[in-house]
């Protein structure tokens, strides 16, 4: 007689594994449209947060009322007294890659409130751009397009040109000529607006339209100096002041020696 096999050996489930599988194959009615939803259905699940009796089409339209009307970043969940709130990377099947990423948009954007931000005034690009050092920006590449760009008026780089005037139409030679303008730092006349070129001399010049000003801050001045000037010729006063102290004090250290080494030869007379 042959031996007989040996029976394979039955594996044991958890017992939570059959409540879900149970829980999945149950109807269940969605607490947001209140109709019953279909056996090939199952629950929605935030991750392993939270599970309600939820079907994933009133959860997308929530998710779309909730980012697109409110701007809300942070989605709590729908249901009644739970705190939790919905996982973005759990819901991106649900929501489909246009909301997913206008979500992700909004969540950027509420992690850098208080932040100097802009966007990126490329078409093409149009990218977020944060302003992380502080202060004044003006002159800025965009990380992404590389295009130059003014942070201060969130229009295409205008070299040469004050904010204001950015908006105007530019064929290129007004490019061409504000780059020169950038690259050798020319100034305007505060009162017409010409363009001014100083090779050397006094920083206060004087426009063909008659008016004069300083080439350093470009204000108009009634005077031989400017503001910008006063603190540099008062440095200059405090300088010149410790150089005659010292002149004084090097001169009495030099009498001092001399007096007394005429005293001591005295003495050994």
Not at 89 to 115: K, Q, T
Not at 244 to 261: K, R, S, T
Request: glycine residues 4%; proline residues 6%; positive net charge.
């Amino acid at each position: 007689m042959g031996n007989a096999l040996p029976k394979s050996p039955q594996i044991a489930l958890p017992h939570h594994h059959h409540q879900q599988e149970e829980e999945s194959e149950r109807e269940f009615t969605c607490e947001i449209c209140v109709e019953p939803a279909p056996t090939s259905e199952r629950k929605f699940r935030n991750g392993d947060k939270c599970c309600h009796p939820f079907c994933t089409e009133c959860v997308a339209k929530y998710i779309r009322v909730e980012v697109e009307d409110n701007n809300a970043a942070r989605i709590k969940c729908p249901a009644v007294g739970c705190r939790h709130a919905l996982d973005p990377l759990d819901c991106a099947a649900l929501v489909g890659p246009a909301l997913f990423v206008r979500w992700c948009d909004v969540l950027c954007e509420s992690a850098i409130v208080g932040m100097e931000r802009c966007y990126c005034p490329n078409l093409s690009c149009n990218v977020l751009i944060v302003n992380e050092c502080g202060g004044v920006a003006r002159k800025s590449k965009c990380p992404n397009c590389k295009d130059l760009f003014c942070f201060d008026c969130k229009r295409v780089w205008h070299a040469g040109f004050p904010c204001e005037e950015s908006g105007a139409p530019r064929d290129a030679n007004d490019v061409a000529f504000g780059m020169l303008v950038e690259h050798n730092r020319w100034r305007r006349c505060p009162r017409c607006r010409h363009f001014v070129d100083l090779i050397e001399g006094c920083p206060i010049v004087r426009c063909r339209c008659g008016s004069s000003f300083c080439y350093r801050c470009e204000v108009l001045v009634d005077r031989p100096w400017c503001r910008c000037m006063t603190s540099s010729l008062r440095q200059c006063r405090v300088w010149c002041y410790r150089i005659c102290l010292l002149i004084i004090f090097l001169n009495l250290a030099l009498f001092f020696l001399v007096w007394g080494i005429k005293k001591h030869k005295r003495m050994k007379k």
